[in-house]
Each structure stands twice: as C-alpha cells, then as structure tokens.
C-alpha cells in the first residue's frame, strides 16, 4: 500500500478481472478511467454499484469490458448511453441484469463473508428468469413463503475517486458510505483522490469517523479533478456540457473514436 503514480495504482486492474465501482454521484474515478482505457485493459466484468453512466458507456465502447453487471447504464438527462446502448444491441456485450436492491444485497453478502444473500423483492419480476445464478427457495421457517437467494459479488478491485487520502493511505470518503461497501466487499481497493492530507486521519476526531482505515487500500493516487466530467460530492459539481457533448458525438463509432482521440489519449482531460 501507498501513494503512487496513476498508472502503477491501476497494474492490479488486469484483463479479466471483475471490477467495482460506484453510482455517478459517490465519487468515480475518470481520470483512472481515461488511464485503464490508454493501457487498453481487456475482457473486465465490470460491477456498478448500482448504476453507471458514461465511466461505463467509456470503457465498453473502448471494447475494455466483457461482462457488465448493474441495474442502469444511463446518461440521465443528457439521454440514453450510446456505446452501451449500440453494444446491447449488436449482442458485444454480455449483461447480467439486476435490480438495485439486488446489487446491493449481493455486495453485502460478501461484506459479511456470507456466500449468499435472500432478497424478497425480486419474487414475480422477470429477472429471476435470466438469472439462473440466482435461486428461488422456500423459506424454511414458514410455509408457503418463497425467497430469492443470490450469490455475493466478489470483486477482484474496487475503484473510485474521493476527496482525500493521507500518506497511510487511510482515505476519506465522508457520508458517500457507498464506497465503504465497495471497498469491504473487494479484494483490493484502488482510491484516486483530490489531494493527500497531512496527519493521520484516523487521529483527527472530525474526519475519523467518514474514513477508510488504510490496511483496507491497495494504492492511492492523487489524480486532481479526477472525477470529471462528473461530479464530486461536495467539491464540484457535474460538466453538464462536457456530457452533453459527449452523447452526441458518441452517437456514431467514428465521434467516439474521435472523443477518445481528443479526451482519453491526447491526455487533454481536464
């Protein structure tokens, strides 16, 4: 564990692993993103937890992810995701379909270090259907009174972007307690943050309480404005043109090609 330079935090992101990360507005990690996809990782079960918007839209239209698992890709109120959506339709991609709920459930049965998790919403929607890795059984201590059992999402890393970390590598991520369950439910967690802190975090009886113990964190990296252009909670809010414009030029393969040309391998980020 550590402060490292962007690209070596991210070495273990390989091809094929399953990697978590969090809603838009808990904190993503772009600018790790932009790197993943200059690298050119490959065949990632992406985990969004529990919807994504253009950190996946990116990466599966970069051809980076095999299998995705959430319960919404969307650009919210610029519209729907283009490269997501083009990939569903021409049958690239591979989509484990679920629910809110169920995401977190799932997350939280490996939290606990429990191999499933029941979950009764689920009972009469079609989605048990195409999920034959989730089961229905009776509950055993009623009668007539089904339950659905599913799986724990293991993730090999999680990856998201917070406000800060200090040299320990203790990482402060405040009230988005999403990314607790990020962090406590994966094998490794990799954090890029807005700046490192000096003293210990966990000695200061204010921040203490919104941080992330070090011995949880495989590596930290300082990425300033990382999330963008999405928002930060609390520091800065979303480039509602920078995404607009990203959905009408990622309408056609050819203006993704030449957004990622422009924003992800020219380095011009902001």
């Given at each position: 564990m550590g402060i490292r330079p962007l690209d070596e935090a991210l070495?273990?992101?390989?091809?094929?692993?399953?990697?978590a990360v969090p809603r838009e507005v808990s904190g993503v990690a772009m600018a790790?993103?932009?790197?993943l996809i200059r690298r050119g990782v490959k065949r990632l079960h992406v985990v969004a937890l529990p919807t994504s918007s253009l950190q996946a839209d990116l990466l599966i239209g970069a051809g980076c992810v095999e299998t995705l698992e959430t319960s919404a890709v969307?650009?919210?109120?610029?519209?729907?995701?283009?490269?997501?959506?083009?990939?569903?339709?021409a049958g690239s991609l591979r989509m484990k379909d679920a629910t809110c709920p169920a995401i977190y459930a799932s997350m939280e049965a490996s939290v606990k270090g429990v191999p499933f998790m029941p979950l009764r919403g689920l009972i009469g929607s079609d989605l048990v259907a195409h999920r034959p890795d989730w089961k229905t059984i009776g509950n055993p201590y009623g009668d007539d009174d089904p339950i659905v059992l599913l799986p724990a999402i293991k993730p090999?890393?999680?990856?998201?972007h917070a406000p800060m970390a200090d040299r320990a590598?203790?990482?402060?991520?405040?009230?988005?307690?999403?990314?607790?369950?990020?962090?406590?439910?994966s094998a490794k967690t990799i954090v890029t943050v807005e700046k490192i802190h000096d003293g210990d975090l966990l000695a200061d009886p204010i921040l203490a309480a919104g941080t992330l113990p070090g011995f949880y964190v495989e590596a930290v990296a300082?990425?300033?404005?990382?999330?963008?252009p999405l928002p930060l909670p609390d520091h800065y809010p979303a480039d509602g043109a920078h995404l607009a414009d990203?959905?009408?030029?990622?309408?056609?393969?050819?203006?993704?090609?030449?957004?990622l040309d422009e924003f992800v391998h020219a380095r011009r980020a902001a």
């Open positions: 070495l273990a992101i390989t091809d094929g692993c399953m990697l790790a993103t932009r790197a969307s650009m919210g109120e610029f519209g729907p995701a283009p490269r997501f959506t083009a990939a569903m339709l090999d890393v999680a990856l998201f590598g203790n990482v402060w991520i405040g009230r988005t307690r999403d990314l607790a369950t990020l962090c406590y439910a300082v990425a300033q404005n990382g999330a963008w990203y959905v009408k030029r990622a309408a056609t393969g050819e203006g993704f090609a030449g957004y």
